[in-house]
Structures are given as C-alpha cells and as structure tokens.
C-alpha cells in the first residue's frame, strides 16, 4: 500500500470512538482505552473514550460518561457522520448503553474488538441468551487478538476478520537484574474460573517446601476478585498463608514488575493478556498455559518465557529451580525487546488504517454478525416461544371458564390463572 494511499483514506476519517464499560475501573479494557486515548491527543485523527458508566468528577480529555449526561452523548453522536466516524467496540460493551445511544451508535461503521475470545462468550457470558440482541447487533469489521482466537471464529463460519495487536507503553531502558528482581509475580484478580488463581496455592505450597522466597501477589479487593474470600481461605488451610504477599489495588507499574524475577500467568482463558505485555516493557519473562490463546499468541517458549502444557505445581517449581541468573538475564534482554513490536504508535497506526478504510467502504449499514448461528440456543428459545404461547391459550380457557361458573366454583381457576402470569425465575 503506497503512502499516497493510505493518505487518502485517512483523509475523510476524523473520530474514532472507544466504547468501555466503565473507564474509571482498574487495568484490562478500561486502562487500554485511557492510555489510547491519552496517547492519540493531537493526532490528526480524534481519540475519544465513551464510557457507559464512571464518576465525572476528574474529568478526562475527549471522555463522554453516558450516565447522567445522555442528552450531552446524543448531541456528540449527532455531530458524527458515517464517513467521518467509526465506533469500537470491546466484546458486547455496547449493550451496556441506553437503546437511544446505542441507536445513534449503530448507524455509524462499528468495528467490534474481540477482546474475549469467543470460546469464553461462548461458554462464559450471558450475550447469546438475549436473542434479539444477537440477530439484531451488526458490525463491519470484526478485530481479533491472536491466530488461535481467529481460527476458532473460522471453525464456527465467521470468516471476515482482521488481527491487531494491543499497545503496551515501551519503555527506553531495561533495569532487570537478577539481584534485584527476586519475587515470583502474580499480577490479576483473584477469579478461580477464567484466571486459575487458585492454582497459585499448590505452586506456593511447593515453593515453601523447597525454601523458594515467597510468592509476591497484586490483585484488587473489590468485585473485580470474586474468590478473593475464598482464596485466603485456601491459603490459611494449606498452611501457606506467610508465604504469599498480598497487595491491594496497586497501580503504579513499576511497584507492579521493579522486583520481579518472573510473572506467573495461569489464566485458562486469556484472549491477550496485557500483563504479558506490561511485565516484558520491564524485562520481566512471562510463564503461561499454552492453551490460552493471548500468552500463545505474545510468548516465544523459551526465549522470551514459557509456555506449560500442564500449569501444575510441579511443572511451575520445576521450572523455577532450573532458572539460573544468567539464563534469567537472558529472558529478560529477549522479553524486553520483544514488548517494542506492541508499541501504542503501531497500535494507533493500524488502527487508524482499518478505520480509515472500514469508514471509506461502508455501504450505509453495519451487516456481520460477530457470534455464530447456535442451533441448540435457537430451538430452546422456540420452545420457550411456545410455551407462552400454551399458557396464554390456558388462560383465555380459564376466562372463558370463570365465565360460565359461579365464583366458587372458579376459585381453584383463578389461582392456577395467577400462577400462569407469574414470570419464570432466572
């Protein structure tokens, strides 16, 4: 693609909008979107965050929060023309806003971000149970975070897809030293479902049993951590409670990774992972599942960090002890040059281009749908269609019978009738 090219389809392309949940929560989708567009300012291209919930009081430049300030969304989104605008989407964050911004939203070009990969909203999330979102949510592009994440949209017949990578700040100087960096890491929330953490209290366990320094954690203490609770009890029962630190809600990144020798990620779902990406800025390597297709994607088995079949405690101690300084050294100089390959400037050019072009091409609606055709989610909600249907046909019966009867008589109807009115509980 010439420069002269890509100049052009930039040139009708004026706003990118990111969509998130919540910009004001702690690190993953949300801090992606504060440091793009805090680092897009004075671009040619406007960056701007819209965020369907969050407290306004420290405002932000170029963020919209959607609650309690609608009628101010609406006007910006009424500014937007569908030449000039494209909307991105995180996963299904769109839902999260009133049907009157999402109606704006949509009839802009939307590129949605497969930030989850699709098995877990397959199997994890509550999207595909609402039916009318799924037939009626369009995009036109679809971006995904890994080769492993886009073969599996393959295999379910979704096919029209484009891989981007993720922006980590890159850092000048590496300041790794075996010396210094003495913990073991973990950096994330306690979820035992979707990030493993509880199979850091065997590796702890083992660590204490081979006179390993203590495991280091840094996690949140709010919702965030749902088996927060139930992890420290695991920790007091295994006896292992002294050999864990704990810290809370800690953001500054180099408190984060300044001493860490490695970062232990054992997520069995990880559609990318910034934790990889922040520990390599600071040369620190990286040990992962190697099914999870993010750390499969970023990691280089052996020369940046490791890739475990089997995230065991055995497997991860094992490991542990067979890394000497100068083979830590090592990992590190390979893990830190490979985090400049994610810089934010490659991530804002790409993205820029794929929105320059999606805007250019759009045919005046969104047409893809980002999920798949699930047969067995589309015969149970026929049954339940018809279901209703029978119990509407029941109560109509029931009038007709109260009709004819004398009250008395029809008591017994009139409780059935109001226990067929009741809503089905969830």
């Known amino acids: 693609m010439t420069g002269s090219s ?67 969304v609406l006007t910006f989104l009424g500014t937007c023309r569908a030449a000039d605008t494209v909307v991105v ?65 393959r295999q379910l017949g979704i096919h029209e897809l484009t891989k981007i990578r993720l922006p980590v700040e890159t850092r000048p100087h590496n300041g790794y030293a075996p010396d210094r960096n003495r913990f073991v890491t973990y950096v994330g929330r306690i979820d035992f479902h979707t990030k493993g953490a509880e199979r850091l209290v065997p590796i702890a366990t083992l660590m204490k049993a081979r006179g390993l320094p203590r495991l280091r954690l840094f996690t949140t203490d ?39 020798s490695l970062i232990l990620l054992p997520s069995k779902k990880e559609s990318f992972g910034n934790v990889i990406l922040e520990a390599f800025s600071f040369g620190v390597p990286v040990v992962a599942a190697s099914y999870a297709p993010g750390p499969a994607e970023v990691i280089r088995p052996g020369e940046d960090g490791f890739l475990l079949d089997e995230f065991s405690a055995e497997a991860v101690v094992e490991l542990l002890e067979s890394l000497t300084p100068e083979r830590l050294a090592a990992l590190s100089q390979a893990a830190f040059a490979r985090h400049h390959d994610y810089s934010m400037e490659q991530y804002l050019a790409s993205l820029e281009a794929i929105a320059a072009e999606t805007a250019r091409t759009f045919p005046g609606q969104n047409t893809l749908s980002p999920f798949p055709k699930i047969k067995a989610i589309g015969t149970l ?46």
């Not at 989407?89 to 949605?112: C, D």
């Open 222 to 260: 709010g919702p965030n951590s749902p088996d927060l609770p139930a992890f420290l009890a695991r920790l007091e029962e295994a006896g292992v409670r002294d050999w864990v630190e704990i810290l809370y809600n800690v953001t500054d990144k180099t408190r984060l990774y300044g001493e860490a």
């Open 381 to 426: 909600n026929d049954k339940l269609a018809s279901a209703r249907r029978r119990i509407t046909m029941l109560k109509s019966h029931i009038n007709d019978l109260e009709s004819s009867f004398s009250w008395r008589v029809t008591e017994p109807l009139r409780s059935l009738k109001a226990g067929l009115s009741k809503k089905p509980r969830r």
């Open 6 to 72: 890509i100049s052009s389809k930039h040139s009708e392309l004026r706003t990118i909008v990111h969509l998130v949940q919540d910009v004001s929560a702690i690190g993953g989708i949300s801090g992606r979107v504060r440091n793009t567009v805090r680092a897009a300012a004075g671009r040619d291209i406007r960056h701007v965050c819209l965020s369907a919930k969050g407290e306004p009081a420290a405002v932000a430049p170029n963020t919209f929060y959607a609650e309690g300030n609608e009628a101010e």
């Open 89 to 153: 989407t995180p996963n299904s964050v769109i839902r999260a806003f009133s049907p009157a911004i999402q109606e704006q939203l949509s009839r802009l070009p939307v590129l949605h971000m497969a930030s989850g990969q699709l098995s877990f909203i397959l199997q994890d999330t509550l999207a595909l149970a609402d039916q009318d979102y799924i037939d009626s949510y369009r995009v036109s592009r679809i971006l995904c975070l890994s080769d492993m994440d886009m073969a599996f949209h």
